[in-house]
């Protein structure tokens, strides 16, 4: 086959091929192995939906279990009975929270642009919450409802664009904690138990979505708060986590750029509508990243209509894109992914071409060699010969 037919080839299976890479993600040997063989042991009691079968997803039930598939198993299936029990499909889709804005201001958090890696960012003012009021609009069942619909969220629509536009896989969250003033006396018994329901659901139904947590501006009122949350928590999940003091800064800065980190928290970042946690702020809202994920991702991608419905339509500032329109970005994937499959296979040649000429020289050296040691064997035979006359000879005589 000719580079130009492979090309040819590859250009109608490109965005297969782009898609699967980044979603799939780059795992090794052994672990492609394990995932495959829980792969195959749902497949065989039909336990395993269309939607999620797929590498990265096992993969991260597997991790959280230390890679016993047993217990992946146990654990995968009992996530896809929680969401049947739950209804987590219909509260992707349909739940409203109407109290969105009214949590806002009594309890500040959101995602905000994306780390160094490409990450989303998602921040909470833990130290700012106004649990009374908090409580007043809305209720922990509903709450949990909207935490939940907002998980569903970063998995269908906030990991894929970030894929698409860090052009690697994305499928962790970065997090920052600021608990500041937070401590056991004003950590209530409807604090608990929210944290303990949210902290359960993520752990057991969203495993390995976390990258990292920074807990900051932690004081001693906190520090005796967090050796009670720490049980809360799988060991997996506490090694993920850093509690830090006042200078928390220079730590930070090394996995998020300051032009993503919000003022109050020692950035530059200075949202004007409304302030930073306010917003929904990353690529996942600009109109031309999502249709751009959507068309890399398509498959699989079955709530993007209903999820872009309720995405906000201004552009994102913070992520540096370019100009780029979602065609031309897919089109420049679609082209990395060409070109670099041509190096490799012309690589691959030329180190073929040299193998073949090495060998070609060794044949030619041993040729050398068997003539050699024939020309030796003939000079022996031949000595032997005149040897064995002469001693005939010798014997007539």
Known sequence: MSFRSIEQLL??????KI???IVDGVHDQKEEQLVQSLRELLLASNQLPDKFDDNYVLLRF???????????????????????????DAIANDFKFEEYDAVKRCYPHGFHGVDRFGRPLYIERVGLVD???LMQVTSIDRYVKYHISEQEKTISLRYPVCSLVAKRHIASTTAIFDVKGLGLNNFSKSAREMFAEIQKIDSNYYPETLNQLYIINAGTGFRALWKVLKAFMEAR???KVQVLGTNYLNTVLEAVDQSNLPDFLGGTCTCPTGGCLLQDKGPWTDPEMV??????????????????????????????VGIDTGENILRKLVDEQISEKIRELEHCAAQSNETLQTLVCKQQELTGHIEQLRKILQDVMGADMKGDTQDTKLKVN
Not at 307 to 319: D, H, I, K, N, P
Request: proline share 0%.
């Open 291 to 320: 249709r751009a994920s959507k068309e890399a991702f398509g498959k699989g991608q079955k709530s993007f209509n209903e999820l872009t419905a309720t995405v906000a339509c201004e552009s994102f500032r913070g992520c540096q």
């Open 19 to 21: 898609s699967r890479n």
């Open 131 to 133: 649990l009374s009021k």
């Open 62 to 88: 597997l991790r959280m279990r230390g890679f016993n598939i047993l217990k992946a198993k146990e654990m995968f299936l009992n996530m896809l009975k929680w969401r049947e029990d739950c209804s987590v």
């Open 237 to 239: 999940t506490l090694a």
């Open 11 to 16: 250009r109608r299976n490109s965005k297969t």
